[in-house]
């Protein structure tokens, strides 16, 4: 079984700076995939950023880049330069290479302000 | 459609009644996932369908949810005897069929939300 946290319920950060969200998981499996959804007031989970867990360079898509931290099972989200389209919930999720599911954390809700 | 197609957007009714949440994967898309997401939470793991494989139905909260996952494609999540409990917003999501299908991120649709009165 796999668990995932967010412990983080709500951030704010003001347009053009950077913000970092943290997740912590839980997991038996030596290999596994993380990633990171935004879900805008629309309701669509969209993928923004995923990490093998094999790979020891952290994954990078342009303004959102993680920190990978395998021994302490954590991977933050960090997004540079923050625009209004950012604000969003943020879940954080995992996935064994051996299951089917994903396992979400509780989100955060980012509110980037002008 | 480029995406995964949820039917309907909205769904109300009443306490007691029988519910069909439809889901359209993404074409040639094998792999078929439920959640749910209840009110200010994550989502939370219903039911997987993976080609002709038996369903992992895990998630599934109690007998009165089914799922089935007719010629591969679309698929029906089924509520029976509906309760309060289960509003929430049910959202369907696809992956493609590759040899690392584990390693594909999963598209999500825009769920239906259901409210039970």
């Known amino acids: 079984a796999q668990t995932v946290t967010q412990s983080q319920p709500e951030m704010s950060v003001q347009e053009a700076e950077t913000v970092t969200l943290s997740c912590t998981y839980d997991?038996?499996?030596?290999?596994?995939?993380l990633f990171w959804y935004k879900q805008p007031p629309s309701r669509q989970m969209i993928l923004v950023i995923r990490?093998?867990?094999?790979?020891?360079q952290n994954a990078t898509e342009n303004r959102f880049s993680v920190n990978f931290q395998k021994a302490a099972k954590s991977f933050s989200l960090k997004i540079s330069d923050s625009q209004l389209g950012d604000t969003a919930m943020y879940f954080c999720?995992?996935?064994?290479?051996?299951?089917?599911?994903?396992?979400f954390g509780e989100g955060t809700q980012l509110t980037v302000n002008p | 459609g480029a995406g995964v197609s949820q039917s309907p957007s909205n769904k109300v009714t009443e306490k007691g009644k029988d519910v069909e949440l439809r889901c359209d994967p993404i074409s040639g898309h094998t792999a078929l996932y439920w959640y749910r997401q209840s009110l200010g939470q994550g989502l939370e793991f219903l039911i997987y369908f993976q080609g002709n494989s038996a369903p992992d139905k895990s998630g599934l909260p109690s007998d009165r949810f089914s799922a089935e996952r007719t010629g591969g494609s679309v698929s029906t999540l089924t509520i029976q005897r509906t309760q309060q409990e289960d509003s929430a917003v049910y959202l369907c999501?696809?992956?493609?069929?590759?040899?690392?299908?584990?390693?594909?991120?999963?598209?999500f649709g825009d769920g239906t939300r259901l409210s039970i009165l």
């Open positions: 999501a696809s992956s493609p069929n590759t040899r690392d299908y584990s390693n594909q991120p999963q598209h």
């Open positions: 990490q093998e867990a094999y790979k020891q």
């Open positions: 999720a995992a996935k064994e290479t051996s299951g089917s599911r994903l396992t």
């Open positions: 997991t038996s499996e030596s290999n596994y995939y």
